[in-house]
């Protein structure tokens, strides 16, 4: 039991932001659990080989994968002390995966270079103090949009990773997107596992059941094992055969532990894509991933602080520059260890739902990663399906802000709206925020509010259109 007003309560500010140990640890574990996935999902994703034939290495890929975001989420506890996790980031790592495979001559050693130089320069516009400008420089209402469009998002990841919404392959007459389970259709135990986790989360939740999303999970976990054990489902794709009833990646199994394999880690080459690529070519594509981790970790951390309620009266994030900076080492740490900058989850989300408000929670999922090097059981046990009804369920508790956006006022509700629209839509917290900021700034141009647009917000708006523009401009250059 911890002590109120011990120095451990003071540091964490456990008592202050009204939590307390067990909330702590309970939402260290829900993050977990919510983020596991990318153990196996980022090997998969930076599986194919480069210009010399050269591949990762599944396992070493998910064993550092692991490394990685323990050590960085055990320093976001202790250092930053929010209860905000970090891994890498989906989004990045398949812009690294394609970029490695379009572009002949380069290898991963020179592309993880990149995300290492872009961790730098990150580092460097925080230690200025520019990143934390940039931040108290976004009105307050963009600040509520961010919230609402990770809200959305995080919710559309649940969906889809439970196979509940299903993307529709391109095919002739097609006329949407996504739709309902597969063929229109909800099938499979796996599906049906997400429903009954969904409806139990939820009535705990309005009952105000402590541990609501956490006991959710595990119920849903302890059932996917058992109609795994006797029915043997399966994946939904198992590398050649595609099996719509099944689960959406990670089939609930108990398997053995191992040693992890860390060979990877100090394999990037800085300087690599330049002699490959050339000046030009390589400084757009470090540009794109400094403007990716850059705006997507701001908008995350926005959200995920509004949703624990630890921003002051001023809009401001306690120890927002602390954040930033492990932050910043993410992209440094995690391009040298060739898994792709590491980044702040809105996945965390799951872990305030349950009522962490602390780096303590941060530091309990973090050393959960560590031991998942070893014991692939932690991460194979727990499946899509079984965690995405928490992601809905805080997904609801993020879209309620949306009411504090002042809908009279265009120049603020416009911006806004695309903020929180193009986030799920695009599947990219950084395209909602280019396209909110862009808006903002030309519809107070617009109506002769120009004065009211904090400069910093101009410089935001231009870096966005460079960023927006990267197709055409290496088009014009024959990239």
Known sequence: MLKQGSALDRYFKISERGSNLSREIRGGFATFFAMSYIVVLNPLILSGPDSTGTTLGFAAVAAVTAFVAGILTILMGAWGRHPFALAAGLGVNAFVAVTVATNPGLTWPDMMGLVVLSGVTMLILVLTGFRTAVFKAVPDGLKTAIVVGIGLFIALIGLVNAGFVRRIPDAAGTTVPVGLGFDGKLLGWPTAVFVFGLILTIAFVVRK???????????????????????????????????????????????????????????????????????????????????????????????????????????????????????????????????????????????????????????????????????????????????????????????????????????????????????????????????????????????????????????????????????????????
């Open 209 to 479: 059941v402590r541990g609501a999303i956490l006991i959710g999970i595990i119920a849903s976990t302890i059932i996917s094992v058992i109609l795994e054990m006797t029915l043997h489902i399966g994946p939904s794709f198992d590398g050649t055969t595609a099996n719509p009833q099944g689960w959406s990646l990670v089939a609930p199994s108990l398997t053995g532990w191992s040693a992890p394999d860390l060979s990877l880690i100090g394999k990037a080459n800085p300087f690599g894509a330049f002699e490959h690529l050339g000046f030009v070519a390589a400084t757009l594509l470090a540009f794109v991933i400094l403007l990716s981790i850059f705006f997507d970790a701001m908008g995350t951390m926005v959200g995920l602080a509004n949703e624990a309620g630890t921003v002051d009266k001023d809009g401001n994030i306690p120890d927002v520059d602390r954040v930033l900076q492990v932050d910043a080492l993410g992209a440094i740490v995690g391009g040298g260890a060739s898994v792709s900058s590491n980044q702040i989850y809105v996945e965390a989300g799951a872990g305030i739902g349950e009522g962490a408000r602390t780096g303590v929670a941060s530091i309990v999922t973090g050393l959960l990663f560590l031991v998942a090097m070893f014991f692939t059981p932690l991460i194979n046990l727990v499946p899509f399906e079984a965690v995405a009804p928490a992601l809905v369920v805080v997904g609801f508790m993020m879209v309620s802000q949306v009411g504090k956006i002042d809908w009279q006022d265009w120049g603020i509700a416009i911006p806004a709206f695309l903020t929180f629209t193009l986030m799920p839509f695009t599947y990219s917290i950084a395209n909602g925020l280019g396209a909110g900021f862009i808006a903002f700034v030309l519809i107070r141009t617009f109506t002769g509010r120009a004065k009211d647009v904090h400069p910093l917000m101009w410089a935001v708006a231009g870096a966005f259109l460079l960023f927006f523009a990267v197709g055409p401009i290496e088009a014009a250059l024959g990239m």
